[in-house]
């Protein structure tokens, strides 16, 4: 059974910084695709950045210049590195992969979420 676990998720005022990470786990899991999303209370839920296996990476233009996706293949982890907290960056912020176990074509999964809320 995969799973994704996010942490690193709290109470920050605005200006400070916060790492989020989403940690993989399941029997010879190799990630492909990662992402991160955020849902706020009573909106829709958002992309906020992505990483492909090769490195590359994509941002919202919301958070371009504040936030950093990065991954370690090694301990099957995705972070964010979120600068510059502002209010609106209140929500909760999910892991979102595309994942293959051994031989078995990719799937795509979610992790559970993890709450990051910005007091002005």
């Known amino acids: 059974q995969v799973r994704l676990v996010e942490s690193g998720g709290g109470l920050v005022q605005s200006g400070g910084s916060l790492r989020l990470s989403c940690a993989a786990s399941?029997?010879?899991?190799?990630?492909?695709?990662m992402a991160w999303y955020r849902q706020a209370p009573g909106k829709e839920r958002e992309f906020v950045a992505s990483?492909?296996?090769?490195?590359?990476?994509d941002y919202v233009d919301s958070v371009k210049g504040r936030f950093t996706i990065s991954r370690d293949n090694r301990k099957n982890t995705l972070y964010l590195q979120m600068n510059s907290l502002k209010p609106e960056d209140t929500a909760v912020y999910l892991c979102?992969?595309?994942?293959?176990?051994?031989?078995?074509?990719?799937?795509?999964?979610w992790g559970k979420g993890t709450l990051v809320t910005v007091s002005s």
């Open positions: 979102n992969a595309d994942i293959r176990r051994g031989t078995i074509p990719p799937d795509n999964y």
């Open positions: 990483i492909k296996s090769i490195g590359t990476t």
């Open positions: 399941g029997f010879a899991v190799s990630l492909n695709w």
